[in-house]
């Protein structure tokens, strides 16, 4: 069974700051995605890595997929209110369609 | 173009009884998959869907089902109710089977008492 340990799993912190959302596994997968979930929706894709050591940026937030594939980590820059939701990582195979996610960070930016 | 779409938004159901929830993918999606998603065990894979026909399935009882129609909209069934099925249903969409990126609708909130 392949698992996708998230930490932490809350995270409450003041707009302005950085943050770090890290995404473990002893597994390795194709690619891995990041996803943002509001109260009462479904998650919204953040961006896919698929490349070992490969960087994303999105704005203020910067995606990094491991060398071997195994974990990931989310970090934001200068965090706005706006950035408060329910973050998840989640794995891909090389079947593909089956997606295994982590437990999920709550992160709360306060103004 | 229109996102993934799930209907209906919320439902309430008394166990023993059973329920059909419906997606229906991103215009030119084929592949549509199903989550549940509770507190405790967070997002948990169902099943997948290409071409009306299942390609993949999680670790879910026999109660649960689903079946994908020719316009690859999909429906998921879940009978005889429990109380621990209480949970948010999210689909999911993407262009082909096997395809990593998918898109998720906002979910149908099941809850059963």
């Known amino acids: 069974t392949q698992l996708l340990e998230q930490s932490p799993q809350f995270l409450s912190i003041q707009e302005g700051e950085n943050l770090t959302v890290y995404c473990n596994s002893s597994?390795?997968?194709?690619?891995l995605q990041w996803y943002r979930q509001e109260p009462g929706e479904g998650p919204v894709l953040l961006v896919t890595?698929?490349?070992?050591?490969e960087v994303k940026k999105l704005k203020r937030l910067t995606f990094q997929f491991g060398d071997a594939r195994k974990d990931s980590s989310l970090h934001i820059t200068a965090a706005q209110p706006g950035d408060t939701g329910l973050y998840l990582c989640a794995g891909a195979t090389a079947a593909g369609n089956k997606l295994t996610f982590g437990g999920g960070t709550r992160v709360l930016v306060k103004p | 173009k229109a996102g993934v779409t799930q209907t209906p938004r919320y439902l309430i159901k008394t166990r023993g009884q059973q329920v059909t929830l419906s997606c229906s993918p991103i215009?030119?999606?084929?592949?549509v998959s199903w989550y549940q998603q509770t507190p405790g065990q967070g997002l948990q894979f169902l099943f997948e869907y290409f071409s009306e026909t299942q390609r993949n399935k999680g670790n879910f009882p026999g109660r649960f089902s689903g079946r994908q129609f020719s316009n690859s909209r999909s429906e998921m069934n879940v009978s005889t109710l429990e109380l621990g099925d209480s949970a948010l249903y999210l689909c999911a969409s993407s262009l082909l089977a096997g395809d990593e990126t998918q898109y998720f609708g906002p979910g149908t909130r099941l809850l059963v008492l």
């Open positions: 597994s390795v997968f194709s690619s």
């Open positions: 215009s030119g999606h084929r592949s």
């Open positions: 890595v698929v490349t070992g050591g």
